[in-house]
């Protein structure tokens, strides 16, 4: 009798699921470019779409230059399936030159990305895709000029869970304007009575003239104004200064008006050859009999063209 012995070897193979770490690579920094403020005593806002296309703005005279931010993601897998979704953030673009803007910051928000989430899927493959990025700045009033730079921390989820984040980086450029103007004193008449209707003066190098209804209280000084009219260029131009007069309203409704002076006289100014040229301003302030008793203020206009 021959017997067999028939030993059967089974195989088992085991797959292994190679899992790489994924990356990101900012391709292209958001710029919101080279932008000028219409009014640099008022705030002022810009929206970039992530399209690299400017949205809304307010006080905004010109931009240009600007591009949206671009990161790319990379994931790799043998076994590639994923969706990758892109969070948004804020964050704070800070003075990076030694101009004029030194004291100033301008926030960055309302972040936006398009597409919000990338599919990735495939076998023994590694894919990159983009993740394109805007957002809106607001420029505080009285800013300044020069370069401001800051950058953000965007994360990613893989079907909710961390995935990895990029430094996005962010920067615009303030232009000078090539006229400014800014009240670098206020015009104020002190201390006065309202017994009888009368004026009291104050004239434009700041002396006040005497009154028997004046008071001289050191809490509530006289003073001329000061305008500060600056030019940027180097070469001279030509402008024309207008200084309108205006009222001074007390808290409750009631209003004195005031004629204004200027000196030099305003509508002299029709170049400027200086850096900074100062127009000193007075006024005569109608004081009505029986006005009531109060603080009273308010504002005149100074418009310069050019």
Not at 167 to 177: A, C, K, N, R, Y
Not at 190 to 204: A, C, I, K, M
Request: charged share 10%; aromatic share 8%.
């Amino acid at each position: 009798m021959i017997k067999f012995l028939i030993i059967v070897v089974g195989y088992v193979l085991i797959y292994p699921r190679l899992v790489f770490a994924d990356s990101t690579s900012v391709s292209q920094a958001m710029n919101f470019g080279t932008v000028r403020v219409s009014n640099p005593q008022s705030t002022a806002t810009i929206v970039l779409g992530s399209d690299g296309e400017y949205g809304a703005k307010s006080n905004i005279a010109t931009n240009t230059g600007q591009q949206s931010g671009i990161v790319n993601y990379t994931a790799t897998s043998i076994f590639l399936l994923k969706t990758i979704t892109a969070g948004t953030t804020s964050g704070t673009l800070t003075c990076s030159t030694s101009n004029t803007c030194s004291s100033c910051s301008i926030s960055f928000d309302t972040m936006t990305v398009s597409p919000t989430s990338q599919n990735f899927t495939g076998f023994f493959s590694s894919q990159t895709k983009p993740f394109n990025y805007g957002g809106k700045i607001t420029i505080p009033a009285n800013c300044g000029y020069g370069s401001f730079s800051g950058s953000v921390i965007v994360s990613y989820t893989n079907n909710g869970s961390n995935s990895g984040s990029a430094t996005l980086p962010i920067t615009v450029v303030l232009e000078p304007q090539p006229v400014s103007v800014m009240v670098t004193q206020d015009l104020s008449f002190g201390v006065v009575l309202s017994t009888t209707t009368h004026d009291v003066v104050v004239n434009p190098n700041g002396s006040r003239q005497s009154s028997p209804y004046i008071i001289n209280d050191s809490s509530y000084p006289h003073s001329n104004g000061i305008i500060k009219v600056t030019k940027q260029e180097s070469a001279a131009r030509s402008v024309t200064v207008v200084v309108d007069s205006g009222t001074i309203i007390r808290l409750g409704g009631t209003s004195l008006n005031v004629d204004l002076t200027t000196s030099p006289d305003a509508a002299s100014i029709t170049s400027l050859t200086s850096t900074d040229t100062y127009i000193n301003v007075g006024g005569t302030l109608h004081v009505q009999q029986g006005a009531p008793a109060g603080e009273y203020s308010g504002q005149y206009n100074v418009t310069v063209t050019y």
